[in-house]
């Protein structure tokens, strides 16, 4: 959240004194990812030191994990028709052009910035049938098969970006994504809330949330 703040510091150093709670914020942030992040750069670097690959173990495990996924097609529905309708953000991260480019019928000229709309990807009818409802089914059969979300194959979605500066982290957070819910599911059973229904307008945070998410009353089964 500290991202996504003004920065009026950089551009008006005289302000700086107004802001120093925020800068406390951000300096006892930095001393936890620090606390976090040292110790598993040291660790990584002695196996490397000993000739040992690190990533090993974690890799047998993840591809462990995604064949056990396999076996569980319409849970990967749900996560596709998840990013379809609530993509994390809106926009590509900026990318530029390098000399003059034609573009959908645009002279872009060179060294302009160009920032790419993509949730419009998942609300074009021409692409989707009923594009705001929540149908996990269209993954199955229909308009979704064989769509892929990093948008190589039949683009008609990016929630993570795409080419070279698709996140980097993406697959490892789908995996994330359906492990979780899978665990989620099988672990507890989910009621509605009756007092606090959700709000799925979408507000802008470090990436684009509900108004009022989603609570339940949780049981385990």
Same mark, same amino acid.
């Given at each position: ?12 150093p005289i ?5 120093r ?27 490397v ?5 690190p ?20 849970l990967g ?6 990013f379809?309708?609530?993509p994390?953000?809106?926009?590509l ?12 019928g645009y002279?872009? !000229?060179?060294?302009v910035?160009v ?8 609300e074009d009818?021409?692409m ?6 929540f149908v !996990?089914?269209r ?8 769509v892929d979300?990093t ?7 990016m !929630?993570?970006?795409a080419?070279?500066r ?6 490892l957070?789908v995996?994330?994504?359906?492990m979780?819910?899978?665990?989620m599911?099988?672990a507890?059973k989910?009621? !509605? ?13 470090f ?6 998410p989603?609570?339940?009353v949780i049981?385990?089964?």
């Amino acid at each position: 959240m500290l991202m996504t703040t003004p920065k009026l510091p950089d551009f008006l150093p005289i302000l700086a004194p107004l802001f120093r709670n925020k800068m406390k914020e951000a300096k006892e942030l930095r001393e936890k990812q620090m606390e976090c992040l040292v110790p598993l750069i040291r660790n990584r670097r002695a196996f490397v030191e000993k000739g040992e690959d690190p990533d090993s173990e974690m890799g047998n495990m993840g591809w462990s994990k995604k064949r056990i996924l396999k076996r569980m097609p319409y849970l990967g529905a749900i996560v596709k028709e998840t990013f379809r309708r609530h993509p994390p953000s809106h926009f590509l991260l900026s990318h530029a052009t390098t000399k003059e480019t034609q573009l959908a019928g645009y002279t872009i !000229p060179a060294d302009v910035n160009v920032e790419f709309y993509t949730a419009w990807l998942t609300e074009d009818p021409d692409m989707w049938k009923d594009p705001g409802e929540f149908v !996990p089914e269209r993954f199955l059969e229909g308009d979704g098969v064989g769509v892929d979300i990093t948008g190589t194959r039949r683009v008609k979605m990016m !929630p993570f970006g795409a080419g070279r500066r698709i996140c980097p982290a993406w697959s490892l957070g789908v995996l994330h994504v359906n492990m979780f819910l899978a665990r989620m599911v099988h672990a507890f059973k989910w009621l !509605p809330c009756p007092t606090a229904p959700p709000d799925p307008t979408e507000t802008f945070a470090f990436t684009v949330v509900m108004k009022n998410p989603l609570k339940a009353v949780i049981l385990s089964r």
